[in-house]
């Protein structure tokens, strides 16, 4: 822009000139994919005009971390760590020298702020040389002066602090004002062509049709002057105050009474026909009413079935069961006819370790299908998981019939033991094994990829004779503790040496009654190959039949589903749940001197109609006499010695068939139903429903462990279904953390419940003696009238044949009274009369005919 006039501001002096460049500037070459990372394409982000783009110093650390060796800028890791700003400075270099200066290569790079200056100077001084108008001879005269152009700035700026400024110049040039006055524009027309004639034609939308597109005029660019300002943003500030009205407080009363009409007012009521008119309408939408009401609860909580409150800090999803893992094995079948996927039977955590869970196979056939495969040989399985791999188990043991209840040794994580379904026992040993699923994991067996993808098939050690076994399913298996080992012959727990380096023994228990004890102290391998023993007979240590006598000739069996060993470990009795829904107390120790089969049954409870499915002695209060036991419709909750259950859930809908005491919670029980869901009981929320229920999955559940570590800060659990697949949920915070006086709420609420049994079992035996007094006092009544009516009778006869003697005929003869039956109903006519008034007066009311009349219009 070119104007006459001096009055523009002066110009810039001009630089001192440039010397060598510093250490910090650094030619590099960098091809295009390190453009395209970087955003310094040719074109599009640096050209020749705009040499200059600022690269973020966070992009070059990642991109070295990223591509390490291949990286250009790898070199220069040190030198971009110590740059102490964010954005590093890059200036492309067109071949033809980087502002006017060779460094052969495509871009330069400044690693320090010294750099980064020098370069932005040379910028400068190519720009300003760019901008210089060429002279020519003869014609400096002509020119009119032209308003120097400041040079363009390429610096940085960065607040500095506040100066206090007072001079008005200064002001003034932050000011814009106008240099000139505004040009003014007149545009006139002549006033006859105004209104004049006109005439239309019709033309086609393509004729005479002239695009004019937009295109840059640098006639018409304008220059603006550039202000350094500062905006701050206040927000408004007003002073405002509010008071509430008080009132005064006074001290009131109300007292109503029902409002009576008189007798007159309501006798004229009675007979007024606008009334009777208005019942003889209003009576059958009354009476649809009270029928209604007979079908529809009409006090139902309609609130009832919201969302509650949530009892902790959180949202609804953090009081829910959450699933971690789950686990389903495709090749489960054995391939022998199967027409249904297998279960899960049996879940045990592997000792010491969460992160690793087993869980038993076994045929979910209807009994049809089982008789015709009986005789067959098929195979079962137990599978160990790891929560690693969700796909493949880690391995998998094969068993000659379905397993359903084994157990890790406490002590020794490479050794199970199983019970099966023909009634034997078999024994495992994974240490090899597990050694092979650990090359295979690794992929280094053998140095073949078909080792690695194969999962180790693992065979027991050890089966049992079928003769020394049971002879039904093994139902539940348990470790004896340590310390005490069971002597035969007559089952007696001793003190041991070989018990207290560890435990050898466990306990067995079937549906035909027996209670089995196993030893494998038999597996202790001999240093000598020479004293090593061949292979012997495996049959237990001891054995005895639970049976008691029921009242009749025999004794009945009794068929033992779970089992609970004592907690004293020189004690030798269990509480078992049988397969009648009995909690039974039984003691397997065989007195000296006693022959035959022996009543080992102590004591006896029928608390459920269908097979008990679990039994658990409460894991956290000091009451080891407390047990928890699952029917088929509900579950309860017994302490010994008391011959009601204190707590008797109501009947629930769907079968049971899990169960199980929160390892952490003192009054929290979970409950597994055969809809797929978990019911959760917090006996201190409610009892008379369940506070929760978690669907898991949409099989039945058929199993339901706990990992064993007592840990608040986490709770993992458990549960199979019917379709073979193992859920591993994670428990929330507020189930698995208890209360702070929780213990003693537990204890307090335990208590009541036994002084409530123990009322009731009182008010029964009074109830009891009061109905054998009334039941005694009836006796004598009827007696004593039998004897009178035997009076009565005997001088009837006694009169008839004195007056048959005097001559007066038999018929003359006035028969004896006789007492009505003490059964019979007498009517009394008075007050039938008055009842048949009341009921003609109540239908009169109603405006309702009675039975055989009609309304009168």
């Known amino acids: 822009e070119k104007r006459g006039g001096g009055g523009g501001p002066p110009a810039a002096p001009t630089p001192e000139p440039l010397g060598d460049p510093p250490e910090g500037v650094k030619p590099l070459f960098i091809p295009k994919t390190t ?13 020749e005009e705009k040499p200059d783009v600022m690269v973020s110093k966070a992009t070059i650390l990642e991109d070295i971390q990223f591509r390490g060796a291949i990286s250009e800028m790898k070199d220069f890791k040190t030198h971009v760590q110590a740059y102490p700003e964010d954005e590093l400075l890059f200036v492309f270099d067109d071949g033809e020298g980087c502002a006017g200066r060779v460094f052969g290569e495509n871009f330069v790079v400044c690693f320090t702020l010294e750099a980064k200056d020098w370069m932005l100077r040379l910028l400068e001084e190519k ?3 760019k901008n210089e108008p060429e002279k020519v001879e003869g014609e400096e005269g002509e020119e009119e002066e032209e308003i120097p152009i400041p040079p363009l700035r390429r610096d940085i700026f960065y607040p500095q602090e506040y100066t206090q400024v007072n001079d008005e110049e200064v002001f003034k040039h932050l000011t814009v004002t106008e240099s000139r006055p505004k040009i003014k524009f007149s545009f006139s027309r002549k006033r006859g062509e105004f209104e004049g004639d006109f005439k239309f034609s019709d033309r086609d939308a393509q004729d005479w ?3 004019f597109r937009s295109y840059r005029d640098q006639n018409f660019e304008l220059r603006r002057m550039e202000l350094e300002k500062g905006v701050q943003a206040v927000p408004p500030t007003n002073e405002s105050r509010s008071q509430t009205t008080w009132f005064r407080k006074q001290n009131r009363a109300i007292e109503y009474s029902s409002l009576e009409l008189e007798e007159e007012k309501a006798k004229e009521v009675e007979t007024d026909e606008e009334f009777a008119k208005f019942m003889q309408s209003t009576a059958p939408k009354v009476i649809d009413a009270l029928k ?10 309609e609130f009832s079935n919201l969302a509650e409150d949530d009892a902790t800090v959180g949202g609804k999803g953090e ?3 959450q699933e971690c893992y789950s686990f389903t094995y495709m090749h489960g079948g054995d391939g022998q006819g199967d027409k249904e996927k297998p279960c899960i039977g049996c879940i045990d955590w592997f000792p010491g370790k969460k992160d690793v869970v087993a869980v038993s196979l076994v045929s979910s056939a209807k009994l049809d299908d089982r008789l015709e495969e009986d005789g ?13 791999d969700q796909i493949n188990p880690e391995l998998v043991l094969e068993a000659p019939a379905d397993v359903h209840s084994f157990k890790f040794h406490p002590e020794n994580e490479d050794m199970i033991v199983a019970g099966l379904a023909n009634g034997q026992v078999i024994v495992y040993e994974l240490k090899e094994a597990r050694l092979e699923a650990i090359a295979r994991k690794k992929g280094k067996k053998d140095g073949s990829s078909q080792a690695a993808a194969e999962v180790p098939t693992v065979k027991h050690v050890k089966m049992s004779t079928i003769e020394g076994s049971h002879k039904k399913d093994v139902t539940d298996l348990q470790w004896l503790p340590k310390d005490t080992c069971v002597k035969a012959p007559y089952g007696k727990r001793v003190d041991s040496e070989d018990a207290k380096k560890g435990t050898k023994q466990f306990i067995t228990t079937s549906f035909d009654g027996q209670v089995m004890i196993w030893d494998l102290h038999y597996m202790k391998k001999e240093k000598d190959p020479r004293k090593e023993k061949p292979d012997l007979v495996w049959v237990p240590i001891y054995k005895c039949q639970l049976s008691f006598n029921d009242g009749t000739a025999g004794k009945r069996e009794t068929g033992v589903t779970r089992f609970v060993l004592p907690e004293d470990v020189y004690k030798t009795s269990m509480f ?3 397969d009648m829904g009995e909690l039974v107390k039984a003691d397997w120790i065989r007195r000296e001197g006693e022959e035959g089969e022996s009543n080992n049954i102590v004591d006896c409870n029928p608390l459920h109609i269908n097979p008990c499915i679990a039994v658990q002695r409460t894991p956290l209060l000091p009451m080891p006499d407390l047990y928890l036991t699952v029917g088929d419709g509900s579950f309860c909750i017994y302490k010994e010695g008391i011959a009601e259950p204190l707590f008797r859930s109501r009947h629930s809908l769907v079968p049971l068939t899990a169960g199980l005491w929160s390892p952490t919670r003192h009054g929290v029980v979970f409950v597994a139903k055969a809809d797929g869901s978990i019911d959760i009981w917090d006996l201190l929320d409610r009892s008379h429903e369940p506070s929760m229920t978690i669907n898991v999955s949409s099989f039945p559940l058929t ?9 608040t800060s986490q709770q993992l659990v458990a549960v199979g279904d019917s379709n073979g697949t193992l859920f591993v949920l994670d428990v929330p915070r507020n189930l698995r953390r208890p209360l702070g006086a929780e213990e003693s709420i537990v204890k307090t609420y335990v208590d009541r419940e036994i002084s409530r049994v123990d009322y009731c079992r009182d008010r029964m035996d009074v109830e009891r003696g009061e109905a054998a007094e009334l039941a005694k006092e009836q006796a004598e009544r009827e007696a004593k009238e039998a004897e009178e009516a035997a009076k009565a009778q005997a001088a009837a006869e006694q009169q008839a044949a004195q007056q048959q003697a005097s001559g007066v005929p038999a018929s003359a003869a006035v028969p004896p009274p006789t007492a009505p039956p003490a059964d019979e109903f007498v009517i009394d006519e008075k007050e039938e009369a008055q009842y048949k008034e009341l009921e003609k007066n109540f239908w009169m009311e109603l405006g309702l005919p009675m039975e055989g009349q009609e309304v009168e219009a």
């Not at 209604?292 to 609860?297: H, K, P």
């Open 703 to 711: 199993s339901l462990s706990f990992w064993n570590v007592k840990s």
């Open 127 to 129: 720009e300003r040389k």
């Open 376 to 388: 067959k040989i098929k195979k079962s399985y137990i599978l160990i998981w790891n929560f690693a």
């Open 209 to 211: 049709c002239t695009d």
């Open 319 to 321: 009081q829910e069961l």
């Open 35 to 47: 453009k395209e990372l970087y955003k310094i394409m040719e074109g599009e982000h640096v050209s």
């Open 576 to 578: 078992c749940v049988s």
């Open 292 to 301: 209604q009401n007979e079908t529809i609860d009409v006090f139902f909580d």
